[in-house]
T-cell receptor
Framework: QKEVEQDPGPLSVPEGAIVSLNCTYSNSAFQYFMWYRQYSRKGPELLMYTYSSGNKEDGRFTAQVDKSSKYISLFIRDSQPSDSATYLCAMREGAQKLVFGQGTRLTINP | GAVVSQHPSWVICKSGTSVKIECRSLDFQATTMFWYRQFPKQSLMLMATSNEGSKATYEQGVEKDKFLINHASLTLSTLTVTSAHPEDSSFYIC????????????FGSGTRLTVV
């Protein structure tokens, strides 16, 4: 079993839809949780960074962490075609290396 | 915010030659840098972790003598692919972090290496 599981998709939704991306993990020692967006042939861009259970909102993006269930989510409201990318969840224990999910390929259709 | 600059963005080299990729932290001191490799439609694979002034720690299965990592300063790390072969063609990405302020690990824009 992988430490971090993420549905690779692909996921295709119409413009304006609410998108829900999810990851589960098995290591209860993970303390920090991140969501990255990666466009084709580019490096990952940090979208959200949380370290406690609960919700964190930034514009159209909401990150949710449930440590008791070992489950994290990223919600995108009012999705735009420019949101089409691969979304990677990542987490780490303390100052350790990041552990990534497989990435979900998302397409927003105009 | 934290910015990491990676160069070149793409490079083509002949088989048997060496290629150097640079990763610079522009507005913070990168005490730790990570080097990743990414194949098409796959997630990032960590190759090595380097702390400034120390030897890099390589992940299992990564050839130390082939992928030379230098982190001689707090703002610069380099990855040299030595005696490159076509199977080394890939997308290489660096990431940096610092002690104290936690930026959540910032990534460079990546380097696409093609060995012909």
């Amino acid at each position: 079993q992988k430490e971090v599981e993420q549905d690779p998709g692909p996921l295709s939704v119409p413009e304006g839809a609410i998108v829900s991306l999810n990851c589960t993990y098995s290591n209860s020692a993970f303390q920090y949780f991140m969501w990255y967006r990666q466009y084709s042939r580019k490096g990952p861009e940090l979208l959200m960074y949380t370290y406690s259970s609960g919700n964190k909102e930034d514009g159209r993006f909401t990150a949710q962490v449930d440590k008791s269930s070992k489950y994290i989510s990223l919600f995108i409201r009012d999705s735009q075609p420019s949101d089409s990318a691969t979304y990677l969840c990542a987490m780490r224990e303390g100052a350790q290396k990041l552990v990534f999910g497989q990435g979900t390929r998302l397409t927003i259709n105009p | 915010g934290a910015v990491v600059s990676q160069h070149p963005s793409w490079v083509i080299c002949k088989s048997g030659t060496s290629v150097k990729i640079e990763c610079r932290s522009l507005d913070f001191q990168a005490t730790t840098m990570f080097w990743y490799r990414q194949f098409p439609k796959q997630s990032l694979m960590l190759m090595a972790t380097s702390n400034e002034g120390s030897k890099a720690t390589y992940e299992q299965g990564v050839e130390k003598d082939k992928f030379l990592i230098n982190h001689a300063s707090l703002t610069l790390s380099t990855l040299t692919v030595t005696s490159a072969h076509p199977e080394d063609s890939s997308f290489y990405i660096c990431s940096a972090t610092t002690t104290g302020v936690d930026y959540g690990y910032t990534f460079g824009s990546g380097t696409r290496l093609t060995v012909v």
